[in-house]
């Protein structure tokens, strides 16, 4: 038997299958293509990244007998949304992608309407541009009658709908919103009424990796599957990347920390779900619902991370360089540290210091410096921005913060890992898992779907399952002090100052 797993990411939009014991038979990716409207606005066309994945699993079917596949799981970005009318079940507007800013300008409405600390122990978040909130808004100012007969979906839950005609999203998506209340699992009533927002325009909520329904034929027939199998909204993606890596570990309630590294990039641990209080909100840490029952995740974020080295790819090249080309600079660049300070801003910070309006530097060149250098500067800047994430889950949230996993795209370049290691000054493990995003989806609808009990069983079965190995990434304990040094007396000592001059510049 196999299990099915789709990841619709903001790059890339991949399909795994997987053996019942967590072994990866076949993957497959295309590209996500971004598009920027007439009024400079980025979005993605739903039906396109719906024939994209049905292309994706299609290509994975082709050497398999397709009822061998007893479950689809399916995750994917979070904060990327569109709206349907439920009359005609038509998208009324493409997707909005996360990185889009234009619902900013509904920011001091709703900030102005609530009670911040108050709102965060309901939500375990912050409103942002980013969430389905701003962007419902933002919508309704421009089309006042948009929202009537419509509802909000998630990317996952759109391609789900798609598959199966059934309206559903999971607890992991939802908390994204900023008007789901994850400590009563149920969207929340008086904040929505304060937007005059209904509740129906948005979907039932289930447990992450539960039936959403079953594939239909006509969808059946494009993914080149059999219809009737049970499709899952298995959630969030860097939290169902998480739910993989634990799982391989073999500890699903470990203290680990999950470092997961995609165009975007996030810091994850799980706790035991309690009520947040001041203390978290103090933290500036996003929380949610874990995919894991009666568990909560806290995550930190960083938007630009594989971003930034897409960014300078494209930067410093023409064609843009090559991973082998980078790998190579990165040689030339030498061991040590640079001594440049990259702040990894191209798209404002992330949780726990949240600005949009922040902007990107880079702090110490001079005219010795060589394309080389400002390469490994980036990669040297994404983790001491971590490394910032890192020290704040620990002081804040009084937690241990020196056992970290890596997975993602990101994994797959091992100088970035070594400078990772080296700035954090504790070991990285790298589990064996060819897509852990793609994994976490799979087993999670192999829960749902009752191909196991529960995620104890999960982890058993995998377990005892061939192939799975790691590497560990040590740091070098002479570089370790350098960048602990430039760390604590360059990259702390310019920060703020940086998001103050970046306020000044944006709001002039």
């Given amino acids: 038997m196999m299990l099915l797993g789709i990841d619709i990411g903001t790059t890339n939009i991949k399909a795994g299958l997987f053996t019942k014991e967590g072994v990866c038979h076949s993957l497959t990716s295309r590209q996500n293509i971004t598009y920027r409207g007439s009024d400079g606005g ?6 396109e990244i719906y024939q994209t994945v049905c292309s994706a699993v299609s290509e994975l ?14 995750a994917s970005m979070a904060e990327t949304g569109l709206i349907v009318d439920k009359k005609t079940c038509l998208p009324k507007y493409p997707f909005i992608p996360w990185f889009d800013t234009r619902a900013s300008s509904e920011l001091d409405k709703i900030y102005a309407s609530t009670q911040p600390l108050e709102q965060f122990t309901k939500t375990g978040i912050r409103p942002s541009y980013k969430c389905a909130l701003s962007k419902m808004l933002w919508l309704k100012n421009q089309e006042a009658k948009i929202l009537d007969d419509a509802i909000w979906m998630n990317v996952a839950d759109y391609i789900a709908y798609r598959m199966t005609g059934s309206i559903k ?11 789901f209340r994850i400590d ?3 969207w929340d009533q008086a904040i929505l009424e304060t937007h005059d927002l209904d509740v129906s325009t948005f979907p039932p909520v289930v447990p992450s990796g539960d039936v959403a329904g079953h594939l239909h034929k006509e969808s ?11 499709v899952s909204i298995s959630g969030h993606d860097h939290v169902c990347a998480a739910f993989g890596v634990r799982v391989v570990i073999g500890d699903i309630l470990s203290e680990f920390l999950i470092d997961s590294m995609g165009t975007a990039e996030a810091l994850m641990g799980s706790i035991n779900e309690r009520k947040l209080r001041e203390q978290e909100f103090d933290s500036g840490f996003a929380f949610g619902c874990d995919v894991v029952p009666g568990r909560l995740y806290w995550m930190g974020g960083l938007s630009a ?10 930067l410093l090249g023409n064609p843009q360089l090559t991973y082998e080309e980078m790998d190579r600079l990165i040689i030339e660049a030498g061991e040590e540290p640079t001594r440049i300070l990259y702040f990894p801003y191209l798209s404002g910070s992330g949780s726990p210091h949240s600005n949009v309006n922040v902007r990107a530097a880079f702090i110490g060149l001079n005219s010795a410096h060589k394309q080389a250098d400002m390469i490994k500067a980036v990669l040297e800047g994404t983790a001491y921005e971590m490394e910032f994430i890192r020290r ?14 890596a997975v993602g795209g990101g994994t797959k370049n091992l100088k970035w890992l070594q400078v990772k290691a080296d700035v954090f000054g504790c070991p990285l493990r790298i589990p064996d898992v060819k897509n852990a995003t793609l994994l976490g989806a799979a087993l999670l609808a192999g829960i749902g779907s009752g191909t196991f009990n529960d995620e104890v069983e999960v982890a ?9 190995g790691e590497y560990v990434i040590s740091p070098h304990d002479d570089r370790h002090k350098m960048y602990a040094d430039l760390f604590e007396n360059g990259y702390l000592a310019y920060q703020e100052p940086l998001r103050r001059i970046s306020k000044r510049v944006i709001t002039s």
């Fill in 220 to 230: 059946a027939l494009e993914l080149n599957l059999r219809a009737g199998i049970p």
């Fill in 460 to 468: 058993e079965v995998v377990k005892h399952a061939d192939g799975f």
């Fill in 169 to 179: 999203t999971d607890y992991s998506l939802a908390g994204r919103t900023c008007v």
């Fill in 184 to 186: 009563r699992k149920m």
């Fill in 305 to 314: 991370s594989g971003g930034s080295v897409e960014w300078i790819r494209r």
């Fill in 42 to 47: 980025l979005y993605y066309n739903p039906n």
């Fill in 392 to 405: 704040r889950a620990k002081s804040d949230l009084r937690i241990g913060v020196d056992k970290i996993a």
């Fill in 61 to 74: 079917n082709l050497n398999i007998d397709s009822n061998q596949v007893k479950a689809i799981g399916i």
